[in-house]
């Protein structure tokens, strides 16, 4: 389950000194995805595993420096009860906040952390527009019901958008709007070609910064009460 760990990030958890930890496998297929090991069964399969000790003991050594922990993927939520099981055991161990990065696809999870107190703050990626997600080969069904549930969490999520210009541009916008609507926070992040992506044939060419401002300002003007990120 545990692919890797990451013992300090400046970036990861908001205001926060964390550790990333790393769970393999993925339920997407997003194209522009850069951490193609986790995510690609035959490459999964390369990496070692790190154990739940393991883990807890490298938390151990930053105790008092660290003050969260990120569980990221991959895709957190394809572990069900060991995910749960995993939140309980740091959340017991130490007096660490705990983040999860989730791509949405699995809401009653998720219900059933928050309800546990198991996570402290939630990073949903919104891909593109619900009408383009079987290209990802995914449901939006899900996506759209863990949406939801971010909008009760008030400053404890934030809902990202990687502006690829395959993927997101102001028509994809447009069909994104009414679902963001009500979330108090969205973080817009570029999109980084130059590294291995998932799909090789994907167009690497990210947008300009004057490109980048333009597609804010449409977020902006749509999302007036939204506070929104940005990440370039």
Not at 53 to 81: H, N, Q
Not at 85 to 109: M, Q, V, W, Y
Not at 135 to 154: H, M, Q, R, W, Y
């Amino acid at each position: 389950m545990i692919k890797g760990l990451r013992g300090t990030s400046l970036v990861d958890y908001p205001g926060k000194i964390a550790a990333v930890v790393f769970l393999g496998g993925c339920n997407f297929r997003c194209p522009y995805c850069y951490n193609v090991d986790l995510v690609l069964p035959e490459r999964l399969r390369r990496l070692p595993d790190l154990s739940e000790k393991e883990l807890l003991s490298e938390l151990r050594r930053r105790e008092g420096f660290i003050r969260g922990v990120v569980l990221t993927g991959g895709e957190p939520t394809l572990w069900g009860r060991r995910l749960i099981d995993l939140c309980a055991r740091i959340r017991e161990a130490f007096s660490l906040s705990i983040k999860l990065d989730t791509n949405g696809s699995h809401p009653g999870l998720l219900a059933e952390l928050l309800s546990g107190a198991l996570v402290d703050y939630v990073a949903l990626d919104f891909k593109t527009a619900p009408s383009r997600y079987p290209e990802l080969s995914a449901d939006f069904a899900p996506v759209a019901e863990t949406l939801e549930i971010l909008k009760g969490l008030n400053g404890r999520a934030e809902v990202r958008i990687t502006l690829a210009p395959a993927l997101v541009g102001p028509k994809e916008i447009e069909e994104m709007l009414p679902y963001l609507q009500g979330l108090p926070r969205l973080a817009l992040q570029k999109f980084v070609g130059e590294v291995e992506l998932l799909d090789p044939d994907f167009p690497s060419q990210p947008y300009s910064r004057e490109e980048l401002l333009s597609l804010k300002e449409i977020f902006r003007q749509n999302l007036p009460s939204t506070e929104i990120l940005t990440r370039f």
